[in-house]
């Protein structure tokens, strides 16, 4: 006959495993917090600055927007630094973020992060700059450092510097450093044809570019603190830093000692160069994945250029994407791998060019992009957020996708258009 | 004994799904009320500029030397340009006269003859890199096989950084489809 209270005490067992199992997954889950669409921490943001600049403003709104975590206010609410008192409507948020812009010589922002619901200060940071044309990044630092105290994860990103080169005229360029949202622009080289830059490290003192003075194209690695510059290395008919290992000490560039262009690894120290690809066609755009052990980069070997895949130290080449026409961009982080894809012409007679995620592991792929041409997709430095430039009509924008979150933010682009840039 | 349990598992249910809920977490005493004065210092660093107006010592005229006669030809010194299909780098049939004008200059001129690619602005720069040099290498190519020494000549590819025309038009795009040629000074 049925025993109940075995029965009874087996379910008991089997209850209290589960129980245990939901409370280390909710340990689990406060170590390193993402948040859904529908949770993501609401927050509204008070100005108390003497004099208050909506451009600053919305700075600070893509900032938690971007990031994925925050719902933030649209209203540019205005109140004083100091005092703990909010507005009954600001009660409704979770936090609230108070803050005061001085500009003078440089410029200061003194931030307040408070609990909406009984006021405490949660967070309270003073940053100073010496110049204002960099004010963007104050920002940044705020919202990185608010973002890091409620321990989401990690979008120290947003601090830092983009490079890009543009065409000023034929065969003239110049190299800029930006900020994310391209509030901040400084050209740092001015004249000749300088392209392609590409960032020599992680605390970005240095990068890379291509020189086109004179007959042979020069590698060439400066130092945008000290203006120092070091030739690396010249190769004729073409020259392109493609991608930089994790410890600065390798490059994969784009060269073309015996004319004809394909994709070499270059080791710093030793000056050496490994040839990785050999095709009588285009292989370009080499990128580092799978733990630096292989490459993906852009090949016509199909007859129109594609996404290929191969070890660096053996043979075999294998095709990453099945679909498109002409898939000409690539950049990969770990094992996840965006690429461009050009799709049919629209309704208005233009090619639109779709960005797509996939992996190196397997063929899982979907759009991150639906309408425009959208090209230079490019991984954060921790994989998380894909930034590319889109032209639609006459207007181009520069665009960042947070994976995680499916959340997009685009800034309008103005001037000459983009040749090249890294992140 | 069992109610007992049961009970014991209710309360710690009830205590682990209200941890569970996703609100934010609360700060440590210990950080609220800091009043730190932090300078961004490595953003603030100043950074340089640097012009290198060096480069610009060639002739850069592209075909505006007054020896052509080609409406459409942008290379200098008597030669004359090579077209190209989207995205092709072969030399077709309508250029073998240009070829043949071309390899009868470099056979008879004593300096080195500069072969740049050029090429439209669809695809990303990189790419155009390596296809204006595909261009340029087989019109090289070409030359050589005219018989000319394969060492007078030094390629190189301006990808579409040196477009001729800048209309969003079919025929602008197939002017800047490219190779160009022009004595080294």
């Known amino acids: 006959m049925f025993d109940i209270k075995h029965i009874k005490e087996r379910f008991l067992r089997i209850l209290l495993l589960f129980l245990v199992s939901v409370y280390l997954f909710a340990v689990d889950a406060t170590l390193k917090i993402e948040k859904d669409v529908e949770q993501r921490t609401r927050i509204a943001i008070v100005d108390a600055s003497a004099i208050q600049s909506s451009a600053f403003f919305k700075i600070l709104l893509s900032d938690f927007k971007i990031s994925g975590h925050f719902l933030a206010d649209s209203i540019h609410h205005n109140g004083d630094l100091n005092s703990n008192y909010l507005l009954p409507i600001l009660k409704s948020k979770e936090y609230v973020l108070k803050y005061a812009l001085i500009e003078h010589a440089g410029a200061k922002l003194i931030v307040r992060l408070l609990k909406a619901s009984d006021s405490t200060e949660v967070f309270k940071k003073t940053y100073a700059i010496p110049t204002k044309d960099k004010i963007a990044f104050l920002a940044h630092k705020a919202i990185s450092d608010v973002n890091d ?7 120290s990103w947003i601090n830092r510097y983009v490079v890009f080169s543009r065409y000023t005229k034929p065969r003239h360029s110049e190299i800029v450093l930006a ?7 400084k050209v740092i080289i001015s004249g000749g044809l300088n392209l392609f830059p590409k960032w020599a490290d992680a605390a970005q003192k240095s990068f890379y570019y291509s020189a086109y003075s004179g007959l042979m194209p020069t590698l060439y690695k400066i130092n945008i603190y000290t203006g120092a510059k070091e030739k690396i290395v010249t190769s004729e008919g073409m020259l392109v830093c493609s991608d930089v290992n994790k410890n600065g000490s390798k490059l994969l560039l784009t060269m073309a000692p015996q004319g004809q262009a394909d994709i070499f690894e270059w080791d710093i120290a030793t000056r050496n160069k490994t040839q990785i690809t050999k095709f009588n066609g285009i292989d370009v755009s080499g990128k580092y994945v799978d733990d630096e052990s292989r490459i993906v980069f852009v090949s016509n070997r199909l007859g129109y250029a594609n996404i290929f895949k191969k070890a660096i130290h053996s043979g075999t080449v294998s095709q990453v994407v099945y679909h498109g026409k002409n898939n000409n961009a690539v950049d990969a982080f770990a094992d996840k791998i965006v690429y461009s894809s050009r799709e049919s012409k629209n309704s208005s007679g233009t090619h639109t060019f779709n960005l797509y995620l996939t992996s190196s592991m397997d063929s899982l792929t979907r759009p ?12 954060s430095t921790d994989g998380s957020v894909i930034q590319f430039i889109k032209h639609r009509g006459r207007g181009s924008s520069i665009g960042y996708t947070n994976l995680a979150s499916h959340q997009s933010l685009l800034f309008p682009l103005s001037g000459k258009k983009i040749q090249s840039i890294d992140w | 004994m069992i109610q007992k349990s049961l009970l014991l598992t209710a309360a710690t249910l009830t205590l682990l799904l209200s941890a569970c809920s996703q609100k934010a977490p609360n700060i440590p005493d210990a950080q609220a009320g800091k009043n730190n004065v932090s300078d961004v210092t490595q953003i603030a660093d100043k950074t340089v500029s640097i012009s290198e107006n060096t480069y610009g ?5 592209n075909g505006k030397d007054g020896t052509n006669t ?17 995205g092709d780098y072969g030399i077709s049939t309508g250029m073998d006269n240009n070829i043949a004008k071309n390899s009868n200059i470099v056979s008879n ?16 720069d990189e790419y155009n890199y390596a296809l204006g040099l595909k261009r340029a290498k087989a019109v090289k190519d070409s030359i050589v096989a005219q018989g000319v020494n394969a060492g007078k000549m030094v390629i190189i590819s ?6 001729v025309c800048s209309n969003p038009t079919d025929g602008c795009y197939a002017q800047n489809r490219r190779v160009d040629l022009r004595l080294v000074k």
Do not use: H
Not at chain 2, 70 to 86: E, L, P, R
Not at chain 2, 158 to 163: A, C, D, K
């Open chain 1, 149 to 155: 105290v409620l321990k989401y994860t990690d979008i």
């Open chain 1, 179 to 185: 900020d994310y949202t391209f509030n901040y622009k």
């Open chain 1, 368 to 379: 991150l992009t639906t309408t425009g041409a959208n090209q230079f997709p490019r991984f």
């Open chain 2, 57 to 61: 010592n060639e002739n850069i005229n």
């Open chain 2, 70 to 86: 080609n409406k459409y030809n942008s290379s200098s010194n008597g030669f004359q340009s090579i077209y190209f299909g989207f």
């Open chain 2, 109 to 124: 001129t004593p300096g080195k003859i500069k072969i740049e690619g050029n090429c439209d602005e669809f695809g990303t």
């Open chain 2, 158 to 163: 301006y990808g579409e950084s040196n477009p």
